[in-house]
């Protein structure tokens, strides 16, 4: 059964301040894994989708990463419209669900 | 160009009553999956539809729970005898093909009393 971690569950940081967010999934054939970004009270806005270790993408402040294992969500100088839940997800090669983790809820402060 | 739209954004039933929820995909997207985030849950797959036809519904409770994505019109999450654990945020997300990114609507939150 697909497996995803995401850690830590909250993070707070101080504008400016950069970090990472992690995202470890168990799945037997990886066909894409996915960033989401949450608001309060509205659906998953779609941010990238990653499909083999070792490629990386980039948008604004984010870069997402990827690994054979984990995969991580830098954040550069956030700012606090940047605050939010980060959900990672994967979708394995058979299907064509997403398994999501609980995803991180990011505050930053001004 | 529309994103995925959902309606009622908010649903309120009694314990026994049906709730029925709505989601219209994206313009072109022929592909719907239902998604449900429980407080204090991660999101969780239901099912998974193309026009007129149930791909994947393992997700989906073996009782009281139905999907549709007719030929014409939006998809229709059904739940009857709504019980209070029923209570969460519905979601939809819509891709044109299978096995391409989804794209999710705003939610439907339902609140069993």
């Known amino acids: 059964e697909d497996q995803v971690t995401q850690s830590p569950e909250a993070l707070r940081l101080q504008e400016g301040e950069s970090s990472s967010l992690n995202c470890s999934y168990t799945v037997s054939g990886l066909r894409g894994l996915f960033w989401y970004r949450q608001d309060p009270g509205k659906g998953p806005e779609f941010l990238f989708t990653l499909y083999s270790a070792g490629e990386e993408k980039e948008k604004e402040r984010l870069k997402a990463t990827l690994t054979k294992k984990e995969s991580f969500l830098h954040i550069t100088a956030p700012k606090p419209e940047d605050s939010a839940t980060y959900l990672c997800a994967v979708r394995e090669t058979s299907g064509s669900r997403l398994t999501f983790g609980e995803g991180t809820q990011l505050t930053v402060n001004p | 160009n529309a994103g995925v739209m959902q309606n009622p954004r908010h649903l309120v039933r009694r314990r026994g009553q049906e709730a029925r929820l709505r989601c219209s995909p994206m313009k072109g997207h022929s592909h719907v999956y239902w998604y449900r985030q429980l407080p204090e849950e991660g999101l969780k797959f239901m099912v998974y539809?193309?026009?007129?036809?149930?791909?994947?519904e393992s997700g989906m409770p073996k009782e009281r729970f139905s999907a549709e994505f007719p030929k014409e019109g939006p998809s229709i999450l059904r739940i009857q005898q709504v019980v209070r654990g029923d209570s969460a945020a519905y979601f939809c997300?819509?891709?044109?093909?299978?096995?391409?990114?989804?794209?999710f609507g705003p939610g439907t939150r339902l609140l069993v009393l």
């Open positions: 997300a819509s891709s044109p093909q299978a096995r391409e990114t989804q794209y």
């Open positions: 539809l193309q026009k007129e036809n149930i791909i994947d």
